[in-house]
């Protein structure tokens, strides 16, 4: 029997003729060209390092610590192997990830603590393996993507409620049969920069629901010791509380982490997909992220008035009140935010044109991070003045 040719096999010079052999290749042109003409396509792009950024998720700036990243590469050199190699449940899993796990989860008051290596990956994990055959979730609508993609893995097993409604959550989690409920939020909503309302929080305890929280957007900029929004509404971790946020935002870093209880994290070790099919998490932005950590525990009462700082400017340029580190400015077009987001730049200041699929209506999305110093700060909001 003639073997199947693969694509990738060269003609011969009989193929090459009037009978050439030929495969379809799949056509995207009419796709990208809707995306460019409703304003919404998007660009990798390389920012030049002049720019003042107000665009990032580095609420700190300690992505632009070269001290931090020399302190992580020296403890790494402790150590024979510096990649992960494998999946977490191979041989990947290093020292420096259980000492991450054990410094964050002790940090935060829980049980236990285990590594990802993405928050998306964090978030699939979760959501696909804690809601079981007859259990239900019940979900913020304005969460983030990869929570949402994960709801696509339940089936008709999921509802969602209105953004920071605790009484249509309890409505639903009373009115839905399940074995298991679980409430899905987030502690700062990325594009809004909403806290999650603090009676989600009572209605899940009450109603006898496990509370996944998405720290993302929080840890690192909420609470007293910056730790997020548990601390910030002065919540003790219980069992039926799970915690989860990333390693490139405030922490600096690359990666993510689940903080619960010893079983959920022993389950998840078992039944969570991405945890386990997933080559460990880079062991050097482990390291970083761990150094930063540590940082920001020993300098939190200095951060918190540097955040503080910045939100009373933007109370006093803007109007607004800020409570995260996240503005969202809207925009009447796609198109006008590009515009703003151009002429910006050519200004000296890098912010955000969020546009849709991300928010339903465009904005301008600016941080007011710690990274970037408070005259630019001021100078950007007299040219976005000037501007409108």
Partial sequence: MA???????????????????????????????????????????????????FA?????????????????????????????????????????????????????????????????????????????????????EEYHASGVMGTELLGGRVSFFRHNDAGELRRLLRSVPADRRVVAVEGVYSMSGDLAAREIFEVAEEEGALLIVDEAHSSGVLGEGLLGIFEHYGIAPQPWHVKMGTL?????????????????????ENRG??????????????????????????????????????????????????????????VVSNSEALRLQRVLMEEGYLVGAIRQPTVSHPILRVIPRLG???????????TLERLW
């Fill in 273 to 330: 997909k991405p945890l386990i099919y997933s080559t460990a998490p880079s062991v050097i932005d482990t390291a970083l992220a761990l150094e930063n950590l540590e940082w920001i525990r020993r300098h939190a009462p200095k951060l918190r008035k540097k955040i503080a700082k910045r939100q009373r400017i933007v109370r006093e340029m803007t109007g607004i009140g800020m409570e995260s580190l996240i503005l969202p400015l809207p």
């Fill in 56 to 140: 990032s998720n580095d609420y700190l700036g300690l992505a632009e610590r070269r001290k931090q990243l020399r302190r992580a590469v020296k403890r790494l050199e402790e150590y024979p192997v510096h990649g992960p190699r494998a999946s977490m449940l191979v041989n990947g899993y290093h020292p420096i990830h259980e000492a991450f796990e054990n410094e964050i989860a002790a940090l935060n008051g829980f049980e236990a603590g285990i590594v990802a290596g993405s928050g998306y990956l964090a978030n699939l994990a979760l959501i696909e393996a804690l809601v079981r055959k007859r259990d239900h979730l019940f979900i913020d």
């Fill in 372 to 382: 970037t110093p408070l005259k630019g700060l001021r100078g950007l909001f007299d």
């Fill in 248 to 268: 490139g935002k405030a922490y600096g870093s690359y990666g993510a982490y689940i903080l619960a209880s010893d079983q959920i994290v022993r389950y998840l």
């Fill in 3 to 53: 073997s199947r040719r693969s694509w990738m096999d060269p003609l011969s010079e009989g193929e090459k003729g009037g009978a050439e052999w030929r495969r379809p290749c799949p056509d995207y042109a009419r796709e990208l060209t809707a995306l460019e003409r409703s304003g919404r396509l998007r660009e990798r792009k390389l920012y030049h390092p002049s720019l003042l950024d």
